[in-house]
């Protein structure tokens, strides 16, 4: 596999993917991503990245009961698989390491109140 | 899974678009998702807005994650290329397995797209014309169309002044080219040598720099700026100086002295021009006083990049106003204010130089131009002949569906999709128009020096041009592949395995009336070509054989190129062509009716009394024996006579010319000739019976004949053999005429040279229609095997139970003779729109008799029943056993 690396919009769709669980589909994913940030998304670019994300092997889906406001089709619900909780277990600690060196005297230059 | 139906589903139209697009496996979910938004959406903010964002978030699916892989159904399996080696080593195999088949469809694809590419090689090649000239995007043409009174002109002729006169005034104009005609063959003398020369004219030195033409020895720039100036073309300079290097020397015009000044590369034949002698434009303005009414200057200008034609066309116009509308008063009898009033007109307007050739059809062209019609009408026969052999091969095909029927099941079975199944045929027919591209470039190389003739061209075959023939004959090959292969891929692949292996017939009755039509269609195309080829042919033999009002046969017309050397030995010559045998008369006239036509004089007449009656005629200066060598007859009065000095005053009219006058008694009637600006009376002599001087597509045009001086021809009747008159003819001439050319034609030969383009499509219309007709019976050939082979049980059945072979003959013939009479009922309204159309440019034709229709009808029948009988009657005699235990 070529990249293993977590997108920013991936590492956002995979956080979503494990807040919902056990209910993760293609369109409640949508619906919570635009929630949480405001973002316009279009459905197709959370499937399209719900697909990267299986191919990188950080998420495994399986395939529900039809429903009757689905026009009787069936959806994928999808859950974290280990590698994608290490993935993102690495991303936050990266993050939380990096932003503890950041020295005070640079946030401060910012002006940034509330730390 | 299918489409719900409830009323508030989303569009559909989005959802075909998906399925179509998406991959199988990805589409449940992605559909799935779609579908409960929309509801979602609609519950919201309404139907539209849902169906809207549903539109919306659809085309956002169409990204590389969720689309189809092309060329390959299954994204796991890549190997391809195995797939379509045993596709082509399939095709290979059932094309040898039936010989007859692969042979009549790959002959009929072949003829075909020979057919087309030739038709395509002589399309490309009229539409090459005048396209060799640098810049010929911004060249025109400058037309005159004036319409005046009685007068009308209307011809690629301008004033000789407008050219300074648009360089001077009108920015757009960077350069103005001029071309002026006078006599296009003539004479020049090299010491005391007289040389015939061809395509002369004059220009200006602009001329050699508008038009690219390339210069072998001397330098074009000014090259024609001195009246007695020349610059001629290669074969000109080796005619007249042979071994000897032309620049530099004297040629003798007209008593003038001209000097070479430059040799150029002999003219190509694209081009509505071709110019072998070209002498300065200032010779001819340096002798005579020339202004904005001497309309004899072919002028061409070549316009700044950007400029455009309707803005000069404007300025042109403008110029017409100041310059011309005060003349016409005094030209045309019209006043300044009236002539684009009361049904006159007058304007200048310009032709694209890269439109002449096709397009353009006017009064005294350069040369005969090319016609658009017979381009349009052969490209409809090639594509037609193109799609007989398409039908060929999808009736073929699909005919023959029974027996590929068990590979389909076999391969269906052993896991191809229905995708890979109408790959595979798809493929097989694109091997079979390959294959046919392939053989038809022979049959072109090969054939062609037999449509060149038909034509009259020299088209040769090569892959280059722009844009290249292979690129195009690829593409070609590859669209009418899956063109014609397209329907019997998908019937072959619908198959159902089960049912074929077990060897039940797919095709349910209904399938073969597709068949049926298909055969109908061919064979009314096919009749609708009999008919025009027949009508064609007809209405030019009529042509060729109606009773003229003169005797073409048997007269030679001879041109005179210099009157004064003809002067001097006239009766020496006339007392020795009198002193032969099979010489039976001679004559001199201005003009001969065949090539008459070409040198249209307009005089106005007037006749006396209340109302002045004018009318505009052609008028020949004729002498004496002129009428009787021509073997005209009078149909009243008499000829003009030698001996009476009164006739110098006579007119003879013809019947027309009598009839447009509305003479109560013609004989004897007084009547003013006006030519140019001097008036005659004369005395009406004689009335000459009507006779075609023009194409039979003008009605006859009054026309009168008096005794006039400078006649340039002499018709010369003869009895026995053309050669044995032309060299009798040709050696007193040369004793006689003072080293004259001897430039001499009989006048049938001439008549038929008129009817040019009409002979060229007849030749066309007849080889294409006959091609035609021969692919359509090659499908038939091979649907009549096909179809008598699958009825071999049904007929050793019949004959066990008793019938006749000849009963069992009738029953397999009547099944074919049905679509065929059908197809000939289609085809006679469309054939007599076609063919009426066509003769409705003829003003005498032929009437389109029922004989026609029904004479096509009965040959295609005829040729049906042919095609037909040898495979019914071999079906019809065969022993009912073999055919029963044929298995």
Known sequence: MKGTQLGEFEELVLLIVGVLYPDAYGLSIREEIINQTKRKVAIGAVHSALSRLQEKGFLESRLDEATHERGGRRKRLFTITYSGKRALEKNHELRNNLFNKIPELALKGLNLSGI | MENDTRPNRPPALADKILNWLCRDELIEEIRGDLHEFYGMERAEKGALRAKWTYWYHMLHFLRPFALKKLFSSNSQNSNNIAMYKNYFLIALRNFRKDKLYSFLNLSGLTIGIASCLMIFLYVRDEYSFDKHHEGYEQIYRVVTDLKLGDREFHRPLAPVVLAEHLTETV????????????????????????????????????????????????????????????????????????????????????????????????????????????????????????????????????????????????????????????????TFNVPADEINANGNHARFYLQALADIHLKSNLDREINANGSLENVRTISIIGMIILFIAGINFVNLSTARAAIRGKEVGVRKVLGSKRKQLITQFLFESTL?????FILATGVVILMLPYFNQIIGRELSFSLGGTPPLWLLMTLAAVVLGVGAGCYPAFVLSSFNPGKTLKGQSQFKTGKSWLRSSLVVLQFSISTTLIVVTLVVNNQLSYVMDKPLGFDKDKLITLDIMDLN????????????????????????????????????????????????????????????????????????????????????????????????????????????????????????????????????????????????????????????????????????????????????????????NQYQKEDQMKGLVNAFSILAICVAILGLVGLATFMTEQRRKEMGIRKVLGAKPIQLFAGLLKKFTIPIIISCLLAVPVAYLAANSWLSEYVYRISLSPLFFIGASLLMILMAWLTVSFQSLKVARSNPTENLRYE
């Open chain 2, 171 to 330: 920015p757009e104009v960077e350069e103005a080219a001029r071309f002026m005609v006078g006599q296009f063959n003539s004479v020049v003398d090299l010491g005391d040598q007289q040389m015939q020369i061809k395509n002369a004219t004059y220009a200006t030195s602009e001329a050699l720099s508008v038009f690219t033409i390339p210069f072998v020895a001397g330098n074009p720039d000014r090259a024609l700026d001195d009246p007695k100036t020349v610059v001629m073309s290669e074969s000109m300079a080796t005619h007249l100086f042979p071994n000897e290097d032309a620049m530099g020397k004297i040629v003798t015009f007209n008593t003038d002295d001209f000097i070479v000044k430059g040799i150029y590369k002999d003219m190509t034949e694209n081009s509505h021009f071709k110019f072998d002698f070209i002498m300065s434009y200032a010779y001819q303005t340096s002798r005579f006083e020339m202004g904005w009414m001497s309309l004899n200057t072919y002028t061409y200008l070549k316009l700044a990049k950007a400029a455009s034609p309707a803005a000069v066309e404007v300025k042109l116009n403008e110029a017409l106003q100041t310059y011309i509308a005060p003349l016409t008063q005094e």
């Open chain 2, 432 to 436: 079979y128009s390959f294959g046919a």
């Open chain 2, 565 to 752: 050397r003809y002067d001097l030995n006239e009766e020496v010559l006339k007392n020795e062509l009198e002193s032969k045998p099979n010489i039976e008369s001679y004559s001199r006239s201005g003009f001969v009716p065949v090539s008459g036509s070409r040198r249209q004089f307009y005089l106005e007449k007037y006749g006396e009394g209340a109302t002045k009656e004018s009318v505009s005629v052609q008028s020949w200066p004729v002498n004496e024996t002129y009428i009787p060598t021509q073997g005209m007859s009078l149909k009243a009065g008499r000829n003009f006579s030698k001996d009476l000095a009164s006739d110098t005053a006579g007119l003879i009219l013809n019947e027309t010319a009598a009839r447009s006058l509305q003479l109560e008694k013609p004989l004897g009637a007084r009547l003013t000739l006006k030519a140019g600006g001097d008036s005659y009376n004369m005395q009406v002599i004689g009335i000459v019976e009507d006779f075609h001087f023009a194409s039979m597509k003008e009605s006859i045009k009054p026309l009168i004949f008096y005794q006039g001086s400078d006649p340039w021809s002499i018709s010369v009747r003869f009895s026995g053999s053309p050669q044995e008159a032309l060299s009798t003819l040709k050696n007193i001439w040369e004793n006689n005429s003072g080293g004259q050319p001897f430039v001499a034609d009989l006048v049938s030969q001439q008549y038929t």
